[in-house]
């Protein structure tokens, strides 16, 4: 069971959808909590999940108040805006809260991706697994856009808490988050399609999360309105509207001999007026509305959009003046609706673009589609928390055979011993415990500051045996000794260049080596972990892995067959923990002090099908072309599997990419992962080739075979 601590802000929109998730994964067995403002707790607690509020309901109505004037005005009043409504104070809270919640092995954290970084910063402190839900960014609003925001309004507050938790200042917020703590972004298809792509992302190929599970039924006199085949009118905030936009639209309903119906959910930004024929029902329900609802007319709120979109609803989108014209353009890519701008709102344009929608074939995604993936992928993480280590192997292997184990962890330059742990009979998490006599351990920051319990640091001893320094090396010796701002004058400490965190019971966690944690596609990964996760595997006796340019490398010694190796390390490591290339070898190097000789691994040579096969139909041949080409081989067989000669997710793209540019198809990668060998590619393109053959009119088809 892993425990999943959400964190959202913002209306009904941005944490009904949470709320949703949370049900999910507790029906799954999971422990969930949610971070959220105080008006939502009835909600979170009658559905048996753990409440934290991060306000009250007093500022909660406050700051809702203040959205409005803030998202018409552009970025220049954010800082006013977050310091007047405490939303620094709310983020330094999150953050801290997240830490203190902290069990190792066992904590997701979950945060929502244009307020998600008390996530961010609690997982880059922790090395926790961390999600970024994809709700509804506002107009599109990219990772590169949000990088932007901060670092014009925000960077001197958020450096301030960076500090506090021992982290660094961020000098470039888009170059932080594109290699921020991130696992996984749960980010909905239409986000791609309309130009947003999302880092490390997990498509949702339905709703990306659903909001409306908690609404009311249906008032009858919406449901007689809808047996009337009504229209409906949504807009983002109250106050963004004004009566043209109501006038418009319910005068294009009655040209289309459609009456209107107005769902907004923002409780107290209702307009005071509307105009005739114009009906509001607070907090409609969408879903039990879409699949009866034959159009759209949308400003602004891009969260209905994409909840019509993945109903199945044409749409008509009404944009107001200061919309970025480009989501024009993204929207009708993506086959979302139709965009119509304020200089052309008339009632007859908009009743041409609804009658068009309402002609359109509509198709419909299963409303929870997004939550099953959203959940599926959330435990993934969590799975991928256990330590597969050979400290784990200690506690829980030797201690039962033995009356008294105790662990005894330092360095040779502080002459072997500096602490000690007494394994408990029923041991949890290992620790490499407290410091002996006449020893001082300390946890430090990059600044040198001491950092809090649970924060992880680089780990110094000082004390009586600490040795002189290395011989003829004055500069290594100054570089790992250093004075000791602690002790009395002369005193000296080393920098063991471990990580370690001190943990609410007064003992050290090790967490391993500074210098050999190495950063994959964005990625931070403990080697050891894998290694560790590696010698689980029947048949393997020894294990290393190593990162060359972007991808891992793993090396073995034993019988144990590649294929199966794979196949165990993808049911207990995330895929980007997966060694790309494998190599078999008699024994690993060692150093003269006994350790594996990491330089002169060598270099890996891809993984062929067990007897070469030549391509044999032109789909085959594109595919080890384009393979080819993106691997950097001389040649590719119809058997050859993808991730065997040197594939992984991020090359999986590039290829995806090539085939769209080649032959004008979209391939999803998913099926570079579930059809993973050259022939088996090709057979999937063949299929969608005749699919999409299979969809044209006859007029169409004629066209295509006309010479």
Known sequence: MARVIMSTH??????????????????????????????????????????????????????????????????????????????????????????????????????????????????????????????????????????????????????GLRAGLGLPPVADWTAWFASAHLDVALWPEWFDRAGTPAPRRVRLTGAPLGDDTDLPELPAEAVELLDRNAVLLTGGTGRMLHGRFYEVAVEACRLVGRPALLAVRHRDLVPEKLPDGMRWFPRLPFPQVMPRVGAVLHHGGIGTLIRAATAGTPQVVLAHGFDRSENGARLTAAKLGSWLPEARWTPEETASLLTDALAQPRTSVPADHGLTAAAEAIEELAGSTVAYSARHLLTRDLRPRLHRLVNVYGPTETTIWSTTWEVPAEPAEPRIGRPIANTQVYVLDRRGGVTPAFVAGELLIGGAGVAGGYHGRKDLTADRFVPDPFGPPGARLYRTGDRARWRPDGQLEFLG???????VRGFRVEPGEVEAAILTCPGVDQAAVVARGDILLGYVVGAADIADLRDHLERILPQYMMPALWTRLPALPLTISGKVDRKSLPDPVPERAAAYVEPRTDAERLVAEIWAEVLGLDRVGAHDDFFTVGGHSLIAVRVAARLRATIELDVPIRNLFTRRTVADLARAIEELITAELGDLSEEEAGRLAAP
């Open 513 to 519: 080596r500074l210098d050999n944690q190495i950063k």
């Open 10 to 159: 913002g209306s009904h929109g941005d944490v009904l959808p949470f709320v949703a998730l949370g049900r999910v994964l507790q029906g799954r067995g999971h422990e969930v909590e949610i971070l959220t403002h105080a008006p939502f707790a009835p909600i979170v607690e009658q559905s048996g999940m753990t409440f934290t509020p991060i306000d009250t309901a007093e500022e909660y109505d406050r700051n809702l108040a203040d959205t409005p004037p803030l998202l018409a005005s552009g970025l220049e009043r954010w800082r006013a805006y977050y310091e007047r409504n405490h939303l620094f104070d709310q983020i330094t809270f999150e953050t801290n809260h997240l830490i203190n919640r902290y069990i190792p092995g066992k904590t997701v954290f979950v945060g929502r991706h244009t307020t998600a970084i008390s996530t961010l910063f609690a997982g880059e402190v922790l090395d926790a697994p961390t999600a970024w839900v994809a709700v509804t960014p506002i107009q599109y609003m990219s990772e590169r856009g949000i990088a932007h925001m901060y670092a014009r309004t925000m960077s001197d507050h958020l450096d």
